[in-house]
């Protein structure tokens, strides 16, 4: 009887571990308004803004330090990562070539080109 017990036991365990383990990731969508501020290694910081649109896995939109100076931003969100590449225009240059950042609907920061410093996003408030 105490085996019959402890082999349901046994069973029963697994089995939860199994489900948590195919649980489906936490979605995140990143559609909106977001306030960027990029932190360089070396020092200093810049502030801006991201308006981002989200298709399934895939981002894109515009990132730049105002409305008026934007340039055009791809990316993917795989997991719990998103990974943002930047396109300039013709003759203009960005803060980093990609960024790959982590978090919440409401807050992800990560590094830019891997080892040149921090960058922030942090969703913007409804005025309103």
Known sequence: MALQVIGMLVAILFSAVVGQAQAPPQKVDVTGAWDVTITMSGGGSVSGLAVLSQDGPKV?????????????????????????????????????????????????????????????????????
């Open 60 to 128: 894109t939109g515009m990132l730049g330090p105002a409305l008026t100076d934007m340039f055009p931003v791809e990316g993917t969100w795989d997991g719990d990562k998103l990974t943002i590449l930047a396109r300039p225009r013709s003759g203009r240059t960005t803060a980093f070539s990609q960024c790959e950042l982590t978090g919440t609907r409401e807050r992800m920061a990560g590094t830019i080109d891997t080892n040149k410093g921090t960058i922030e996003f942090v969703r913007k408030k409804r005025e309103g």
